[in-house]
């Protein structure tokens, strides 16, 4: 091999190398995202049925304060 080659292939290697070690960082960066997002996203969720089980409750207690006489009648 001429050394003309061998120096475009250690340039091309070079390159490859950078850019590989650019790529994982950049993938570790959005796994750390995607998993802080993830961990909103089920608080969130946890936040909503809270919500919605305590308008449930709310709402059968009104039902069932509403169904009842009072007690002077």
Request: hydrophobic residues 40%; charged residues 25%.
């Amino acid at each position: 091999m001429s050394d003309q080659r061998i120096e475009a292939l250690e340039e091309k290697l070079a390159y490859l190398e950078a850019s590989n070690a650019e790529m994982s960082e950049e993938i570790f960066t959005q796994q750390q995202e995607i998993a802080a997002l993830t961990k909103a996203h089920l608080q969130t969720i946890a936040r909503l049925q809270n919500l919605e089980d305590a308008e449930a409750e709310a709402t059968n207690n009104m039902d069932g304060a509403s169904a009842e006489k009072p007690p002077h009648y």
